[in-house]
């Protein structure tokens, strides 16, 4: 069964560094999302992609963040300059459709660790 | 994105039914009830969806009140491995879920 895949697992960086998140969506997928969720806290959505631009993001999503589809299979967030807040499970999904009845998928999440 | 309420905790036995609340008293027209769940330490997935009508799928039931304003989601017979934070969330367009705290569901041998 197809699936979202995202890599690494785990990301270990110092405050300051800029940090890439990489996803791979499901390959005839249209719309793409990256969500973030702090230890012991909701999921938060961040941002969702078509069409190769942003269709919407959160009050979360500032200029330190940035998502792009470099190539035909990859989907990357990209944080420019770390903050210890920006420590959080980082979670990719994908949809099929551009509609409300269809289901997201998502992939197993990076871990960010800020030092 | 219309508001849900869950209560925060359910706990249930092995092997017997499961019955998830959710009341959305807000929800527009438009709005597609969808839930999703979060197995420890796993991104969320995908449960089950529906509109107006009740909805059946291999994973769970999901039923609507007629005036729309809860569901309920049904586990037919709870495994272990359904123990899971449960999401009810409201859908009215593509864009981002809107996810609240859910509930907890615990499941005993």
């Known amino acids: 069964e197809p699936e979202v895949t995202q890599t690494p697992s785990h990301q270990v960086t110092q405050m300051g560094q800029e940090v890439i998140l990489r996803c791979v969506p499901i390959?005839?997928?249209?719309?793409f999302y990256w969500y973030r969720q702090i230890l012991g806290q909701k999921v938060e959505f961040l941002v969702s992609?078509?069409?190769?631009?942003?269709?919407?993001k959160s009050e979360i999503f500032d200029d330190q963040f940035s998502v792009e589809r470099p190539d035909g299979s990859n989907f990357t967030l990209k944080i420019r300059s770390t903050k210890l807040e920006d420590s959080a499970m980082y979670f990719c999904?994908?949809?099929?459709?551009?509609?409300?009845?269809?289901?997201?998928?998502f992939g197993p999440g990076t871990r960010l660790t800020v030092l | 994105d219309a508001k849900t309420t869950q209560p925060n905790s359910m706990e249930s036995n092995e092997e017997e039914p499961v019955h998830l609340p959710c009341n959305h008293s807000t929800i527009s027209g438009t709005d597609y009830i969808h839930w999703y769940r979060q197995l420890p330490s796993q991104g969320p997935e995908y449960v089950i969806h529906g509109l107006t009508s009740n909805v059946n799928n291999r994973m769970a039931s999901l039923a609507i009140a007629e005036d729309r304003k809860s569901s309920t989601l049904i586990l037919h017979r709870a495994t272990l491995r359904d123990a899971a934070v449960y999401y009810c969330?409201?859908?009215?367009?593509?864009?981002?879920?809107?996810f609240g705290k859910g509930t907890h569901l615990i499941i005993q041998p």
């Open positions: 969330i409201l859908q009215g367009g593509a864009d981002g879920l809107t």
């Open positions: 390959s005839n997928h249209l719309y």
């Open positions: 999904a994908s949809s099929e459709y551009v509609v409300s009845n269809n289901e997201q998928f």
């Open positions: 992609f078509y069409n190769n631009e942003i269709s919407e």
